[in-house]
């Protein structure tokens, strides 16, 4: 029986374009596979783990948590995902982002008028940003 293709945490570092700190972040987190240990130590990894790094990689960029990437890569599911279920998945995570979009929109409305009302100069009791800052939000759902 051949040995099944292995790769070093380097060498899994290289092809899936992340430094190997965050391969061990990946490790202690669950999402990749453990790797084997030779003899002296050396970490082995499955050949087509590089995929599955891009993948938690590309996933993490686009803002998904943790749970959610561990969801899309069926870790701990008894049945076998479905592109359905991805779908509900990556659904939810652009609801999230259109959410937190909207919630930066009403901050960046409340903080210009205030950014361009400051004189930039003088005293610090005269400043409006501070004085703004100091009383309750005129934003209803803001406290």
């Known amino acids: 029986m051949p ?3 292995t790769l070093s945490l380097t060498a899994l570092a290289d092809q899936s374009g992340v430094d190997a700190a965050t391969i061990r972040s990946y490790d202690r987190l669950g999402l ?3 790797p084997r240990r030779t003899p002296n130590g050396l970490k082995l990894y499955p050949a087509d783990e590089a995929e599955r790094v891009i993948f938690i990689r590309r996933s993490l ?3 998904f948590p943790v749970p959610s990437v561990r969801e899309m890569l069926g870790i701990g599911r008894r049945k076998s995902l479905s592109c359905s279920d991805i779908y509900a998945i990556a659904e939810r995570q652009l609801g999230d982002i259109r959410r ?6 009403g901050m960046e409305a409340a903080l210009a008028p205030l950014v361009k009302s400051c004189p930039r100069g003088g005293d610090l009791s005269k400043c409006p940003i501070i004085g703004a800052l100091s009383r309750p939000s005129p934003v209803p759902g803001h406290s």
């Open 3 to 5: 040995a099944l293709a």
């Open 32 to 34: 990749i596979s453990r």
């Open 61 to 63: 960029e686009l803002g």
């Open 100 to 105: 937190r979009l909207a919630d930066l929109k």
